[in-house]
């Protein structure tokens, strides 16, 4: 499956076959517990919407970028966040921005919008320098030809970041069982089952429930006691607390009522952070670390420009690192961490040839968008070069979804796109990063897609 080349010019990077025709209703069942990713058959990258018909619903699989500005923008009140899509992305995380609709989500929009606005992201950079160097701290002990799961590392890393940007100060207690509660979560949601496609209330009770609900109360807990500590810290001597997004968050006033958000939605926020910001940008690094070490000549270009651009001011450094955010986006492009969206229509519509009723489910799958034979060339080869200058600019809108798109776009997707940029730009100019060989490497979805088995990766120091 692996189509090589010695330049990485022409490299197919490795993904399911699409079945040649639709799977019947006990075969999406299975695969869907297997890898959702493996359920699209060829049809879905040609056609631009599709219907199926589930057990309880009909869904429209929506790959035409008008159709889709309909959905996720223009005609977005008529769309709402489906209950499936919340179970998977945000369960237990009721009142974070990610959960809330109508006018609560508009509130903390607002609200929330200052943290991640560009200059707030940009005073992260040295955060995310200091994590990334961090890293190469700990890889240069290692002896030249270690062998490390550069997923699992990115993991670690996306949460120290996480960690720095959120509590700068620290957690005040066990970072390690912090971590191990984290993977917990992830562990317990992220599945979709027969229960979900016949349409079961949440009442219904799903695998791991019980131990979502004692990890849930470990965060609750925890995040309380950093939340009053901070408080009182601001209350004592504001001018010396640390500038961060827990401070932003306790800051945060909705626009027009000038009103802070209750303990309870800046605890579900502090958690909405930590679960959407930290998986998606690890498997985002770590897909981007795989492609690499499979196209050299791409991986000699990221390192010239690290090496020219690092050396430089911290000041606009991501803004410089032109050639390894095209990098970047274009693994965002072959492997979205959030492979699919779905939606739940409240009135009928039409989306381009087909009468969409209400109560209907919308799915819009990025993985599909972003292979889609009507929309790119060459779809499933390797090619930084669509994301670089001037051709960036000719990239649709509405064909390339990784952080999704309208008023529900990810609210972090400049901390995401940065924070991969810097990781890579200064782990390139350091290492040279090379897949173990007899590694199968496969796309996996579960909450996140990632390498199914990991990522063994080689480490031998660079000339730096
Ligand atoms: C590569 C990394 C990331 C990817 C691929 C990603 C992807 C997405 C996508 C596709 C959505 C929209 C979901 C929908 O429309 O149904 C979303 C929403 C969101 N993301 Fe991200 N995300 C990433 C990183 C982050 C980070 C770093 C944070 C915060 C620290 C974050 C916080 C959020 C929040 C709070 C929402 C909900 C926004 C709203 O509903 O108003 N994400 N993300």
């Known amino acids: 499956m692996l189509d090589r080349s010695p330049t990485g010019i022409n490299y197919r990077p490795p993904a399911p076959e699409p079945p040649a025709t639709r799977l019947g209703l006990i075969e999406i069942i299975r695969t869907l517990r297997r890898n959702p990713l493996e359920c699209w058959s060829a049809e879905f990258f040609r056609e631009p919407v599709a219907m199926i018909r589930l057990p309880f619903a009909r869904a429209f699989l929506v790959h035409d970028p008008a159709a889709i500005k309909r959905v996720l923008l223009d005609n977005a009140d008529n769309y709402r966040k489906d209950p499936i899509q919340r179970r998977i992305l945000s369960s237990g995380i009721a009142d974070g921005l990610l959960s809330v609709e109508g006018s609560r989500w508009e509130v903390q929009r607002r609200s929330l919008a200052p943290l991640f606005a560009k200059r707030t992201v940009a005073s992260f950079t040295e955060a995310m320098l200091t994590a990334a160097h961090e890293l190469a701290e700990k890889w240069s002990r290692f002896d ?210 087909h009468e969409v009723g209400a109560r209907s489910l919308i799915v819009i799958a990025p993985y599909v968008l972003h292979r889609h034979k009507r929309l790119w060339d060459r779809p499933d080869v390797f090619d930084p070069a669509r994301f670089l200058p001037p051709a960036r600019s000719e990239v649709p809108r509405f064909a390339y979804l990784p952080f999704g798109a309208g008023p529900r776009t990810c609210i972090g997707s400049s901390f995401a796109l940065q924070e991969a940029t810097i990781v890579l730009a200064m782990l390139m100019r350091r290492f040279d990063l090379e897949l173990l060989p007899g590694t199968r490497v496969w796309p996996l979805q579960r909450i996140t897609l990632r390498p199914a088995h990991g990522l063994p990766m080689r480490i031998t120091r660079g000339p730096n």
Not at 291 to 298: K, M, V
Not at 341 to 351: A, N, V
């Open 144 to 353: 030249d030809g270690a062998v490390v799961d550069a997923a699992a590392e990115m993991t670690m890393l996306t949460l120290n970041v996480l960690a720095l940007t959120i509590f700068s100060d620290g957690i005040g207690g066990d970072f390690e069982e912090f971590r191990e509660a984290m993977n917990a979560y992830f562990g317990v949601i992220g599945r979709i089952g027969a229960l979900d496609l016949f349409g079961a209330p949440e009442f219904v009770p799903r695998p791991g429930r019980a131990r979502l609900r004692r990890t849930m109360s470990y965060f609750e807990r925890i995040i309380d006691e950093i939340v009053e500590t901070r408080r009182r810290r601001l209350a004592c001597s504001a001018d010396t607390a640390p500038n961060d997004l827990l401070t932003l968050l306790l800051r945060a006033l909705d626009p027009s009522t000038g009103q802070p958000m209750s303990l309870a939605e800046v605890r579900s926020n502090i958690l909405t952070f930590l679960s959407a910001g930290h998986e998606t940008t690890a498997n985002s690094l770590a897909w981007t670390i795989f492609l690499l070490s499979q196209a050299p000549e791409w991986r000699m270009r990221v390192r010239e420009e690290a090496e020219r651009e690092l050396s430089g001011p911290a000041a606009g450094l991501p803004d410089r690192l032109v050639v390894t955010r095209a990098v970047v986006e274009e693994a965002l492009r072959l492997y979205p961490p959030i492979a699919a969206l779905s939606r739940m229509s409240e009135r009928p519509d039409r989306l381009g040839s």
